[in-house]
């Protein structure tokens, strides 16, 4: 083979630069076809990732972020909107607001610590990511990002068949268009979690760490958004039980949300540790 | 002890001498044993002898036949060699007497 075609060009990207230099000059210099050395390469790939796997860092990225703190962020941002949901769809069918028995300071106050803490804890989870995983990036992050998006993606089929739906199947147009704030909310639970993911994970790729000052910093603003989301996370819980006069308690205790909030955080408490363990090394070293 | 490819390629390496490289290395080992040597097993290998110190690498000039890419140079360290001594009188003692053996050295004479 005396070309290499631009696609195998591509797909050895993923070795590290000296390895593809040598792999791909080898194909030059051999008689193999692009089939031979497709496979050639898919195999030296296949084994390099493999290898990777073999450390913790990936397994922890994978089973401790993607898999489990992933779909939390997801559910807790979706948590988040409905009531922005209901709001909407309320006054779009009723020309009233949905009652959550809670003023709108208080609304916009839980809004606006929850959603911080989201954010925050979206970063946080991807940079751990980039930082644990680099070099198996490519399967943590995107698992990342789509427990993430599964609330959009599920409703993405709905939302096509829209137009189609409405001129030939449904007798109440209206109805189905109450598919689009749902949508819109979908949307932006997006990115209130994925976009501050993919910029952790940006940032845990080329980083590496965060230095001391950093992953404290990062630690301390994390302890106080766990703080006002799990008090202000008790004020729904409160309208509902004076709303009810006491007989309706739907939501988890302080304690539960508390456990929930500090789960999500332990990317942060990684960070910090492994902040201060390089710090101790340098200084020993020194 | 060496396995069976370790040897192949520590073999070919010794014997391509100064010229040892990737797809030199590849082509002798397809040459001598009529089988196609994949790429990423070479690879692979090269890495874990070298993390064995059976043999060092580095990258070599670029050159026009491989499109301006570097090559990734051998050459088989002390104990590489006698690591390939070892495993080929091992070899070598587990072959006497063997049907396979008496035979070959029948033909020879």
Redesign the interface.
């Known amino acids: 083979m005396n070309?290499?075609c631009w696609w195998l060009e591509t797909l050895s990207r993923v070795l590290d630069p000296?390895?593809r230099?040598?792999?791909?000059?080898?194909?030059?210099?051999?008689g193999d076809t692009a089939r031979q050395a497709l496979r050639?390469?898919l195999?030296?790939?296949?084994?390099?990732q493999a290898?990777l796997w073999k450390d913790w860092q990936p397994w922890l990225a994978l089973l401790g972020v993607a898999v489990v703190i992933g779909p939390r962020l997801s559910h807790m941002s979706g948590a988040l909107l409905f009531p922005i949901y209901m709001d909407v769809r309320t006054y779009w069918q009723h020309g009233v607001l949905y009652g959550t028995g809670l003023s709108t300071r208080e609304e916009a106050v839980i809004f606006l610590c929850q959603g911080l803490a989201l954010l925050v804890w979206s970063w946080t989870g991807g940079f751990a990511i980039g930082s644990l995983s680099r070099r198996t990036v490519w399967v943590t992050g995107p698992l990342y990002f789509l427990f993430g998006l599964y609330p959009l993606l599920l409703t993405l089929p709905s939302l096509i068949l829209l137009p189609l739906r409405i001129l030939l199947v449904s007798t109440d147009y209206q109805k189905e268009l109450l598919l689009l704030p749902w949508a819109l909310l979908a949307i932006l639970q997006a990115a209130l979690f994925v976009l501050p993911a993919i910029s952790g994970v940006r940032q845990g790729v080329r980083r590496l760490a965060l230095t001391l000052p950093q992953a404290g910093s990062l630690a301390a603003v994390i302890v106080a958004l766990v703080a006002a989301a799990t008090w202000t996370g008790g004020w729904q819980r409160a309208a509902m039980v004076r709303w009810s006069g006491g007989t309706w308690d739907p939501s988890v205790g302080w304690q539960n949300r508390l456990f929930v909030f500090a789960f999500v955080s332990w990317p942060a408490a990684y960070l910090l540790a492994r902040a201060f363990f390089r710090r101790h090394a340098k200084s020993v070293h020194a | 002890m060496l396995g069976e490819f370790e040897y192949l390629l520590l073999t070919a390496a010794v014997r391509l001498g100064e010229d040892a490289y990737?797809?030199a290395i590849?082509?002798e080992i397809e040459s001598t044993t009529g089988r196609r040597c994949?790429?990423?097993?070479l690879?692979?290998t090269l890495d874990r002898l070298e993390k064995k110190g059976l043999l060092k690498t580095w990258?070599g000039e670029?050159?026009a036949?491989?499109?301006g890419?570097?090559?990734?140079m051998v050459k088989v360290t002390a104990k590489g060699v006698q690591a390939a001594t070892e495993f080929y009188s091992a070899v070598t003692r587990a072959s006497r007497g063997v049907s396979w053996e008496t035979n070959r050295m029948a033909v020879q004479s």
């Open positions: 070309r290499i000296d390895e230099a040598a792999v791909l000059g080898d194909f030059a210099e051999s050639g390469l195999g030296l790939i296949l084994r390099r290898a | 990737g797809a590849r082509q994949s790429i990423g097993a690879y692979t990258m670029a050159t036949q491989r499109g890419r570097a090559k990734r």
